[in-house]
C-alpha cells in the first residue's frame, strides 16, 4: 500500500506545463525530502529528482520540484512526447524506517 | 557505475516459495543499503523490503510475515525470498541501491532492469 497520494492521470500538449502533486504527512513528507522517478513504458524506475529540487545529471532543466509542508509538487515545463511515463515520488519515513512511495501519476501528451 | 540484475525463475507455482537473486556489478554491497521492488501489471510501485550487509533489514509490513532479504558478499548478491505466493504476487521485481553510502533513504540512482515472474499453476 502506498503511503503518499498523487492523482492518478495528468496531461497536456507539447509544449505545456503539467504539475503532479504529492500528499504525504509529518512522519514523511514533512520531515524529509522528496525523490522523484520516472518510469517509461517497459522500464525500470529513474531518479528524476532528489532532495526536493536537485536534478542528476542529465536530467534536463525542464523537470523541477518543490516541497512544502506535508506536500510536494514535480513540475515538467517545455512538455515533450518523450515525457509520457510514470511518475513516482518517494520519502523517507521516518515513523515506518522505510521509504514510502506515492501511488504513481500517468502522464500522456495529447 | 554499479549495475544490478535480477535472476529467478519466471514461472512459480501457488502456494511455493519464490527466490529471486540481485547480481552487483562494479561496486562492493558493503556501506550501501539495497532494496526490492515490484510492480504488478499496470500497477504501482511497491517497496518489499532492505538489506544493509551486516546491519539491519526491514520489509513493508504487508508482506514481513513472508519475505526476508539475505546478502551473500563472497559473491556480491543479495537474495529475496517470498513464502506462500499467489497470483497476487504475480509482478515484475527489481532491485535497487540507495544513493548514499550507510543512509537508508528514499534516493535510489541504480537499479536492475526487472525480472518478471508469474504465479501460476
Known amino acids: 500500500q502506498s503511503v503518499l497520494t498523487q492523482p492518478p492521470s495528468a496531461s497536456g500538449t507539447p509544449g505545456q506545463r503539467v504539475t503532479i502533486s504529492c500528499a504525504g504527512s509529518s512522519s514523511n513528507i514533512g520531515s524529509n525530502y522528496v525523490s522523484w522517478y520516472q518510469q517509461l513504458p517497459g522500464t525500470a524506475p529513474q531518479l528524476l529528482i532528489y532532495g526536493s529540487d536537485q536534478r542528476p545529471s542529465g536530467v534536463p532543466d525542464r523537470f523541477s520540484g518543490s516541497q512544502s509542508g506535508t506536500s510536494a509538487s514535480l513540475a515538467i515545463s517545455g512538455l515533450r512526447p518523450e515525457d509520457e511515463a510514470d511518475y513516482y515520488c518517494a520519502a523517507w519515513d521516518d515513523r515506518l524506517s522505510a521509504p514510502a512511495l506515492g501511488t504513481g501519476t500517468k502522464v500522456a501528451v495529447l | 557505475q554499479v549495475q544490478l540484475q535480477e535472476s529467478g525463475p519466471g514461472l512459480v507455482k501457488p502456494s511455493e516459495t519464490m527466490s529471486l537473486t540481485c547480481s552487483v556489478s562494479g561496486g562492493s554491497i558493503r556501506n550501501y543499503y539495497w532494496s526490492w521492488f515490484r510492480q504488478s501489471p499496470g500497477k504501482g510501485l511497491e517497496w518489499i523490503g532492505y538489506i544493509y550487509v551486516s546491519g539491519p533489514t526491514n520489509y513493508n509490513p504487508s508482506l514481513v510475515n513472508r519475505v526476508s532479504i539475505s546478502a551473500d558478499t563472497s559473491t556480491n548478491q543479495f537474495s529475496l525470498k517470498m513464502t506462500s505466493v499467489s497470483g497476487a504476487d504475480t509482478a515484475t521485481y527489481f532491485c535497487?541501491?540507495?544513493?548514499?553510502?550507510?543512509?537508508?533513504?528514499?534516493?535510489?540512482?541504480?537499479w536492475g532492469q526487472g525480472t518478471l515472474v508469474t504465479v501460476s499453476s
Open positions: 535497487a541501491r540507495e544513493a548514499d553510502m550507510n543512509r537508508a533513504g528514499a534516493r535510489f540512482t541504480s
